[in-house]
């Protein structure tokens, strides 16, 4: 089955960066984008940005450009992204999401989501 | 970038009622829009996309409908199982996407 499986909790202090990674399984990774997807605690779903599985096109949120960063490495089917500059109001859940078929359906909504990783910032 | 906003906020319903959840674009977005239930604790479940095409597993109570900017998600039969927050989502004008703010129905 199509499971995307993240990595843990991490707290971090204003300023630093975060790393977090998503491991696909179950399915075509080379076939899918991938997305980011965040959520502040008590609010709704931000979109952050998307990445080809081959890593050769990331389309970012405007207002996270210049901190955020996805890569993919298709040998381990697992998509890492990076936020950078953390500040008090970065502290959420980050989601990854499997998005359309890069060939015949290349729509931009999610049909598996990994688990989540609670991203807290504090002093 | 496309706003999009849910209505009501909250919506209080009794098992086995119909519920209908509301989204409006702040412009077109054809049909591209797709809607997810969230539970607390877990990560958003796509329910519909398309506007009214069903996800798989989705049970048939779903439904979705509109297109333009007007859309509606309506649960036939609320079962217990159903008590959620519901998200609405655009794709049709991207980047970015966009989501609405959720309409929580209680019971």
């Known amino acids: 089955q199509v499971q995307l499986v993240q990595s843990g909790a991490e707290v971090k202090k204003p300023g630093a960066s975060v790393k977090i990674s998503c491991k696909a399984s179950?399915?075509?990774?080379?076939?899918?984008?991938v997305h980011w997807v965040r959520q502040a605690p008590g609010q709704g779903l931000e979109w952050m940005g998307i990445?080809?599985?081959?890593?050769?096109?990331?389309t970012y949120a405007e207002r996270f450009q210049g901190r955020f960063t996805v890569t993919s490495d298709t040998s381990t089917s697992t998509v890492n992204m990076e936020l950078g500059s953390l500040r008090f109001d970065d502290t959420a859940v980050y989601y990854c999401?499997?998005?359309?078929?890069?060939?015949?359906?290349?729509?931009?909504?999610?049909?598996?989501w990994g688990q989540g990783t609670l991203i807290t910032v504090s002093s | 970038e496309i706003v999009m906003t849910q209505s009501p906020a909250t919506l209080s319903v009794s098992p086995g009622e119909r519920a209908t959840l509301s989204c409006r674009a702040s412009?077109?977005?054809?049909?591209?829009l797709a809607w997810y239930q969230q539970k607390p604790g877990q990560a958003p479940r796509l329910l519909i996309y398309?506007?009214?095409t069903r996800a798989t597993g989705i049970p048939a109570r779903f439904s979705g409908g509109g297109s333009g900017t007007e859309f509606t998600l309506t649960i036939s039969s609320l079962q217990s199982e159903d008590f959620a927050v519901y998200y609405c989502?655009?794709?049709?004008?991207?980047?970015?996407?966009?989501f609405g703010g959720g309409t929580k129905v209680e019971i």
């Open positions: 989502q655009q794709y049709n004008s991207w980047p970015p996407v966009t």
């Open positions: 412009q077109t977005v054809s049909s591209k």
């Open positions: 398309g506007a009214s």
């Open positions: 179950g399915y075509d990774f080379s076939g899918f984008y």
């Open positions: 990445i080809h599985p081959r890593g050769s096109v990331t």
């Open positions: 999401a499997r998005g359309g078929d890069i060939i015949i359906l290349p729509e931009a909504f999610f049909d598996y």
